[in-house]
């Protein structure tokens, strides 16, 4: 056990350049969508070659700052356009059903921003949509992609750390209160655990599958939405996730994975690229893998985007590493944290 842990695997995909470029269309031009075209157009060979927005201003404006070639004044002409080949649905999570299923009617594949919708029931329309038109789809789970994720992935399929028992994550953030904000609206579909919580409860499912059993505690918002939220999740081997997100305050942004033979823990931010360190089971460190690739922050969704582009190369319709299934796993999660915290739902 102790050479499986001392000597890491190297993660399998480091170069997101490798990936075959397909041409892509940005729907909705907000913050999200430009840094998103900014890490593509840096670290890969992928190409943002147009932009959709509800005002032909605002797509102009966007087009014109991150080098992308052609604007559109509606949604519906972005996704009409034939020389595009994927559509990145950023959008407010309010509006991912709509706008997925606008794409996928156009035949067009579909990366679409977390969470993938509102709830596990919209997800689920959005699955068989996709599966309808055979078009690939994708939620936007960028740390799924990354090489220290990969790293993680490849220790849990070796069975490095034993039997998994006890899985962390946290992610918070403070976010001024706007009530007309999408962070805080409840018609955008604001809360903390949509927005910053799927992170925690994708790592958990990524370490111990869907949960058992859910137990939620937290705090709402002046608007209903949930602005603080821990999470218990347990599975029926035993183990459990205790999970943690807040708009309130910056929390570590740090996640691990203890077995029964070893742990992990990750650098900070868990989410985007950091690194990790390897524990042995009698608490030595094994290893510690700093990210050497210079692509800090949202330049990992670079990775994400490289992954997509290889996997419809390979003909396949979903991300073999991050099913759709799970995705909506993760949502019926959410729904029942969000049920049992009382927070306003509008969907
Ligand atoms: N991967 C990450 O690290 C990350 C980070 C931040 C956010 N996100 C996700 O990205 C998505 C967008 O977040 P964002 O922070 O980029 O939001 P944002 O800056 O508010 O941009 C959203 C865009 O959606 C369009 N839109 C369509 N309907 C809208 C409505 N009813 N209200 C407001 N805007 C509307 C707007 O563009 P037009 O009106 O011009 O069409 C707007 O620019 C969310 O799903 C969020 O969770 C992901």
């Known amino acids: 056990m102790t050479d499986a842990l001392t000597s890491l695997p190297e993660p399998r995909h480091p170069d997101p350049a490798d990936a075959p470029p397909l041409r892509w ?13 900014d890490a ?25 700052a991150h080098g992308v070639e052609r604007s559109h004044g509606s949604y519906e002409a972005l996704v009409a356009d034939p020389e595009v080949d994927v559509v990145y649905v950023a959008t407010p999570h309010s509006e991912h059903l709509e706008h997925a299923l606008l794409a996928i009617a156009a035949g067009k594949n579909v990366l679409i921003e977390k969470p993938m919708a509102v709830t596990a029931a919209q997800a689920r329309q959005i699955v068989a949509a996709a599966r309808g038109a055979g078009v690939f789809a994708m939620e936007a789970m960028w740390t799924r992609y990354l090489p220290q994720t990969d790293i993680a992935r490849q220790l849990l399929e070796r069975d490095a750390l034993g039997e998994v028992r006890v899985v962390t994550a946290d992610f918070g953030g403070r976010a001024a209160y706007d009530p007309s904000s ?61 999970l943690s997100t807040t708009l309130r305050a910056g ?17 900070s931010p868990f989410w985007g690229p950091s690194g990790l360190r390897v524990f042995r089971a009698d608490g030595t460190l094994a290893a510690h893998w700093r990210d050497p690739y210079g692509r800090p922050y949202r330049d990992g969704m670079a990775y994400e985007a490289a992954a997509l582009a290889r996997y ?36």
């Open 40 to 64: 593509l157009h840096r670290h890969s060979r992928q190409r943002v070659v147009a932009a959709g927005s509800r005002s032909a201003e605002r797509a102009a404006a966007f087009a014109a």
């Open 251 to 267: 929390t570590p942004s740090l996640a691990t994975i203890c077995g029964s033979e070893g742990r992990i823990e990750t650098d």
């Open 182 to 242: 999408r962070l805080w609206n409840p018609e955008l579909a604001g809360g903390a655990l949509l927005d910053l919580g799927v992170y925690t409860v994708s790592w958990a499912s990524f370490a111990i599958g869907a949960p058992a059993g859910i137990i939620a505690s937290g705090t709402l918002a002046p608007t209903g939405v949930d602005d603080q939220a821990a999470l218990v999740l347990s599975s029926a081997s035993g183990a459990h996730a205790l």
């Open 312 to 347: 419809v190369a390979e003909g396949r319709t979903e991300s073999p590493v991050h099913p759709l299934a799970e995705a909506v796993d993760t949502l019926a999660t959410i729904d029942e944290a969000r049920r049992q915290l009382g927070a306003t739902r509008v969907e």
């Open 25 to 37: 269309g940005v729907l909705g031009p907000g913050g999200i969508a430009a840094d998103f075209t």
